[in-house]
T-cell receptor
Framework: DAGVIQSPRHEVTEMGQEVTLRCKPI?????LFWYRQTMMRGLELLIY????????DSGMPEDRFSAKMPNASFSTLKIQPSEPRDSAVYFC?????????????????FGPGTRLTVL | AQSVSQHNHHVILSEAASLELGCNYS??????LFWYVQYPGQHLQLLLK??????LVKGIKGFEAEFIKSKFSFNLRKPSVQWSDTAEYFC????????????FGGGTRLMVKP
């Protein structure tokens, strides 16, 4: 199993540019999460999808951030326009349902992250 | 809102010392509990999890954690740490009414001196 795949691994861009981060969850997983990690704020959940539908996006910082999941095997997180304070490591994670019954889920598996630097 | 507290932000130990990292949460209902580890420059990996059953959970690399419901705690332990355990450790809680969302603690940075 390849695990959660993220690209790019590193991104350096200038303020005002559009940034797109990509994630491929583990095959068969139906929940997908985008997190942001910084020294100051720790690990923050940005948005959570279940069966490709956004369930909770209350962690998305502002309108400059948007996330999509067009199908079960792909998600993007876009920042437009980017700002220096967006510099962070962005992690994607996925998990599967435990099977029977509603609301039962397995643990989350994290991808390697994208280190974003906005100059 | 639920919260997860990891009271020790930084811990420094010598090799072979015993480790206990605290984790407390604020939720009165049924929860799933997790400990993740993040080695320097890497992503989070699951150390162990508690869903139900025996409150003493064994994980990978000699780690264990004990769920004490009355204390709302899920402390992580290891009897003898190694230099390779240097990492950041995150406790996470998933209340049964929160769908699949985890609430993470602020993390504890462990440094093990050789």
């Amino acid at each position: 199993d390849a695990g959660v795949i993220q690209s790019p691994r590193h991104e350096v861009t200038e303020m005002g540019q559009e940034v797109t981060l990509r994630c491929k969850p583990i095959s068969g997983h139906n929940s997908l999460f985008w997190y942001r990690q910084t020294m100051m704020r720790g690990l923050e959940l940005l948005i959570y999808f279940n069966n490709n539908v956004p369930i909770d996006d209350s962690g998305m910082p502002e309108d400059r951030f948007s996330a999509k999941m067009p199908n079960a095997s792909f998600s993007t997180l876009k920042i437009q326009p980017s700002e220096p304070r967006d510099s962070a490591v962005y992690f994607c994670a996925s998990s599967s349902n435990l099977g029977t019954g509603g609301g039962s889920y397995n643990e989350q598996f994290f991808g390697p992250g994208t280190r974003l630097t906005v100059l | 809102a639920q919260s997860v507290s990891q009271h020790n932000h930084h811990v420094i130990l010598s090799e072979a010392a015993s480790l206990e990292l605290g984790c407390n949460y604020s939720y009165g209902g049924t929860v799933n509990l997790f400990w993740y580890v993040q080695y320097p420059g890497q992503h989070l990996q699951l150390l162990l999890k508690y869903f139900s059953g025996d409150p003493l959970v064994k994980g990978i690399k000699g780690f264990e954690a004990e769920f004490i419901k009355s204390k709302f705690s899920f402390n992580l332990r290891k009897p003898s740490v190694q230099w390779s355990d240097t990492a950041e450790y995150f406790c996470a809680v998933r209340p049964n009414n929160a769908g699949n969302m985890l609430t993470f603690g602020g993390g504890t940075r462990l440094m093990v001196k050789p």
